[in-house]
């Protein structure tokens, strides 16, 4: 049987064909944690959905440019953690994770080019949703340069990091009733977005970082968990979901009645992350020293679908 020859493909070829484009969107969307991202659009819903009914803007173009914020916040999200992974491509392969660009799947240069167009995209889209929404989608996409840049590097230390996700949780809720034309100034509104970045600030910011410490170690970062103990930090977390919960279900009880059944499932979430975080001291699997943190991540998702459903109701 004759053997078939090869051809050597000419130099003006293309190394990665189309259907590659996709696949690199979707590494892409996997780098940048989808979980965090669902986050943050929930928090922008509930921003929108906590918008009194009595000074709701209503008409083709307040809707228009709710959307475009929203896609603006995507892409704004999208950027910040895609660039996050490309900043902690040493740490991330020390501490063995499964993401793109640490597992070699995704070259770095291709992460930073298409973070770099979702940033561009969002302020574009932010343009587009006004004045107020531009400027708020900015502050947000400085956040996040800040927070991974070797300028900054407001990762390497847990206040800083408290300071940024605070911060970013306001703008978030702030960033739908800003495109809607309207105050973020309810109380139901206040109460929740004060809370619930208070949860991000309090617990995720401490709690991510369990399962890395080995990595924070090698790359000179100073978290809670390294310069105050595992043990200290994972009793702040503990005391913080736990304080941030009961203050929620309080200050709902008091300003906000509607609030009581979505402050609840904080509450629940929070007892829940406290029991894995005081138990979970010295996990040496991944899986499970990671859990405190997925605890926290469910429960706000939880809190916030909770939220949107009684608005939907």
């Known amino acids: 049987m004759p053997f078939v020859t090869a051809q050597t493909l000419p130099a003006s070829a293309p190394s990665t064909p189309v259907s590659g484009i996709p696949r690199t969107l979707r590494l892409c969307l996997k780098e940048s944690r989808p979980a965090v991202l669902a986050a943050f659009q929930l928090r922008f819903l509930a921003g929108v959905a906590l918008v009194p009914a009595s000074t709701t803007v209503l008409g083709v173009r307040p809707a228009l440019q709710a959307t475009l914020c929203f896609v603006a916040w995507f892409c704004a ?3 910040t953690y895609l660039y996050n992974g490309y900043m902690d491509y040493r740490e ?3 501490n063995e994770s499964t993401r ?3 597992s070699l799947k995704l070259p770095r ?4 080019t298409v973070a770099r167009c979702a940033a561009l995209a969002a302020l574009v889209c932010a343009a587009g949703a006004g004045l107020g929404a531009l400027l708020l989608c ?3 996409l400085l956040l996040g340069y800040g927070y991974s840049s070797p300028r900054t590097a407001w990762k390497n230390r847990t206040p800083a990091v408290m300071g940024v996700v605070f911060v970013s949780g306001l703008l978030t809720y702030s960033a739908g009733p800003v495109a809607l034309g309207s105050s973020p100034a309810s109380p139901a509104l206040l ?5 619930m970045s208070l949860w991000m600030a309090l617990v ?3 709690a991510k970082d369990f399962s890395d410490i080995e990595g924070d170690i090698a790359s000179g970062r100073r978290t809670w968990a390294i310069t105050l103990g595992e043990r200290r930090a994972r009793l702040l977390v503990a005391v913080g979901a736990c304080a941030v919960g009961g203050g929620y279900t309080a200050g709902a009880a008091a300003w906000a009645p509607e609030l009581l059944p979505v402050a609840s499932v904080v509450l629940a979430g929070a007892v829940v992350l406290a029991t894995v975080t005081l138990t979970g001291q010295g996990a040496t699997r991944r899986s499970r020293r990671r859990l405190p943190y997925r605890c926290f991540m469910g429960t706000q998702h939880c809190a916030h679908l909770a939220l949107l459903g009684q608005a939907v109701i």
């Open 77 to 79: 999200v999208f950027y």
């Open 138 to 140: 900015t502050a947000l």
């Open 100 to 102: 793109p660009i640490a």
């Open 109 to 112: 240069s291709t992460a930073l």
């Open 191 to 195: 109460l929740t977005a004060f809370a």
């Open 92 to 94: 991330d392969r020390v």
């Open 204 to 206: 995720g910011a401490v």
